[in-house]
Antibody
Framework: EVQLLESGGGLVQPGGSLRLSCEATGFTFPDYAMGWVRQAPGKGLEWVAGISGTGAGTYYADSVKGRFTISRDNSKNTLYLQVNSLRAEDTAVYYC??????????????????WGQGTLVTVSS | DIQMTQSPSSLSASVGDRVTITCRASQSISSYLNWYQQKPGKAPKLLIYAASSLQSGVPSRFSGSESGTDFTLTISSLQPEDFATYYCQQTYSTPQTFGQGTKVEIK
């Protein structure tokens, strides 16, 4: 059974940092690209970042480019999102999701077949 | 970036109604369009991938179609468990983008 378990969220002041983690089980982790999707309170879904199965390819939404870094440790079956220079508008539930493709070149052209339960990041002073 | 415009943003319907939600892409995305259902406090759930392929385990009352850059999610006979918010997503190019969502409420 595929499971994705996020952790690392919390309350942080503007300008602060956090590292979100997503532990994956139930599938061969290096074979699949992964992504982070966030949802601000009462708002819709926003794709944040994606990473290829090997970790060689990383992609970001313009809203987080230069502030967020996606990475993965295939030996630990874990996906990460380092979030820096946080702003109030980054407040959201952050979901990790498993892609059906190995690479995200040309957009990936797959879909998210499994999602974690989400971890809440609140940016406030 | 490719913009995905969903309509309507919300709708009220009764059990048994046929419901149609539309998603329009700002440019050609071939058939790289997926549909998700989200209930309050829960993670999204995949319904349809590649515009018209039904995800395993999803009831057959859900279907997807495409016409150029217009994509449609249809629920043939709305059930009580279908009241939720629905999102489209394009994966033709990065950044991948979602539509703004359509909330289906009980009339």
């Amino acid at each position: 059974e595929v499971q994705l378990l996020e952790s690392g969220g919390g309350l942080v002041q503007p300008g602060g940092s956090l590292r979100l983690s997503c532990e994956a089980t139930g599938f061969t982790f290096p074979d699949y690209a992964m992504g982070w999707v966030r949802q601000a309170p009462g708002k819709g879904l926003e794709w944040v970042a994606g990473i290829s199965g090997t970790g060689a390819g990383t992609y970001y939404a313009d809203s987080v480019k230069g502030r967020f870094t996606i990475s993965r440790d295939n030996s630990k079956n874990t996906l990460y999102l380092q979030v820096n220079s946080l702003r109030a508008e980054d407040t959201a539930v952050y979901y990790c999701a498993k892609d059906t493709k190995n690479t995200l070149s040309l957009g990936g052209r797959g879909y998210f077949d499994y999602w974690g339960q989400g971890t809440l990041v609140t940016v406030s002073s | 970036d490719i913009q995905m415009t969903q309509s309507p943003s919300s709708l009220s319907a009764s059990v048994g109604d046929r419901v149609t939600i539309t998603c329009r892409a700002s440019q050609s995305i071939s058939s790289y369009l997926n549909w998700y259902q989200q209930k309050p406090g829960k993670a999204p759930k995949l319904l349809i991938y590649a515009a018209s392929s039904l995800q395993s385990g999803v009831p057959s009352r859900f279907s997807g179609s495409e016409s150029g850059t217009d994509f449609t999610l249809t629920i043939s006979s709305l059930q009580p468990e279908d009241f939720a918010t629905y999102y489209c997503q394009q994966t033709y190019s990065t950044p991948q983008t979602f539509g703004q969502g359509t909330k289906v409420e009980i009339k």
